[in-house]
């Protein structure tokens, strides 16, 4: 009988139940708000679904990402299942395959038509430069400011390359969740500030159709792009490079199969590794401290004057090329492949149903994404990694 006992007490007391802190319990309900938005209101849920879900995970049992040992005997312990998806994001090996998915992805034909929206994508950096000088005043040290302020650009990938690469690891949970987060909130936090910094009759403005782009310009385009950004910044190869490739295997017209897998098979199975990883660093004593809120709050600082830095570049131009350019444009800018440019679709069709600026939109957008990657790699520059 008290053999029994004696086992029933140890099931017992194997449960998460007696492990838990309060801390856990607070993940979790973070972790299970996350779910909701993505499940119940579609709130980038490609993403949001295996971050919250590896957040779950790590609450309830945090050995899923413990690190691997060997104990006094000699004997080698295996880590936890989420600490191998892990060192793919630290060694920057998902961000990068991540980028040639979204270049396979992307028609890049708007920014080629309309070179001047390269100047949006770069306005729309201000952010991570703001964002880079405030956490220099807030006591972080270069690197792990220039970590920080990538999540302006709207750029999960980005934000966790670049956090490798300057050994940033340490912070790689909070940074991720809060851009990928700040990615899926897009139609939430951007609306507000377009609204504020535009007038109605700007936000009407119909943009002229672009015109058509040649097959030659399309697949010329990655190459000259890889040339010359790699030579002005080669740490920016991993990214820039990886995302023209994909770009290229999509405008060749010669690798369909490539194409298909990098935009379909290998992307999607890249974002369950990426994302539930990501969310597995999110254990409590991890996330809620003072450091994580400081990182949230200056990624929603860098974020939202990223929108703005776009939007008023946006007025400068609509006012130079006398209402030609809509301004709503330039919140584009930012790096959320294509969700930023949706909402800059939104919110112009919410003034008048009859305006489309999507595939305007999509110029910065792409810019953006180009521009997120060289303000990574000029960080990396400056600190000589």
Not at 19 to 42: C, E, S, W
Not at 95 to 100: A, D, Q, R, T, V
Not at 194 to 219: G, N, W, Y
Not at 308 to 333: D, F, Q, W
């Amino acid at each position: 009988m008290a053999n029994i006992l004696g086992i029933l007490s140890n099931l017992v007391h194997q449960t998460a139940f007696f492990n838990l802190t309060v801390g856990n319990y607070i993940m979790i309900v973070v972790a299970l708000v996350f779910l909701y938005l993505a499940i119940k209101h579609g709130f980038e849920p490609l993403l949001l679904v295996p971050i919250a879900f590896g957040m779950l995970l790590v609450n309830i049992y945090p050995d899923i990402i413990a690190k691997g040992y060997t104990d006094a005997a000699g004997i080698e312990h295996a880590g936890g299942l989420l600490r191998y998806f892990y060192q793919l994001d630290e060694w920057s090996i998902l961000p990068s395959l991540i980028f040639m998915g979204v270049g396979a992805m992307t028609d890049f034909g708007p920014l080629i038509a309309n070179p001047i929206s390269f100047l949006l994508g770069a306005a729309a950096q201000v952010g991570i430069y703001s964002a880079y000088f405030l956490a220099i005043l807030l006591g972080f040290n270069g690197k792990s400011a220039a970590a920080i302020s990538i999540i302006g650009g709207a750029d999960g990938p980005t934000s966790i390359f670049l956090c490798g690469k300057l050994g940033q690891t340490s912070l790689m949970g909070p940074i991720a969740v809060a851009a990928y987060s700040y990615m899926s909130l897009v139609p939430i936090i951007q609306p507000p500030v377009m609204k504020l910094l535009t007038t109605k009759e700007e936000r009407r403005i119909k943009m002229e159709q672009l015109r058509p782009v040649s097959k030659l310009e399309k697949i010329l385009f990655p190459i000259v792009i890889t040339i010359v950004v790699c030579l002005l910044l080669p740490t920016t190869a991993p990214l820039v490079g990886m995302l023209m490739l994909g770009n290229l295997f999509r405008e060749s017209g010669v690798v369909k199969q490539l194409t298909e897998t990098a935009s379909n098979a290998l992307m999607y199975i890249v974002v369950i590794l990426l994302g539930t990883s990501v969310g597995a660093t999110t254990s409590a004593e991890a996330f809620l401290n003072i450091t994580t809120i400081k990182i949230v709050v200056l990624g929603l600082v860098a974020f939202i004057v990223g929108t703005a830095g776009g939007i008023l570049l946006g007025k400068v131009m609509c006012k130079l090329t006398n209402g030609r350019i809509n301004p709503l444009i330039g919140s584009a800018g930012v790096s959320a492949v294509p969700m930023a440019a949706r909402v800059s679709q939104k919110v112009g069709s919410e003034e008048d149903p009859t305006n489309f600026l999507l595939m305007h939109a999509m110029g910065p957008n792409v810019a953006g994404v180009i521009g997120t990657a060289v303000a990574a790699g000029t960080f990396m520059a400056i600190f000589g990694v």
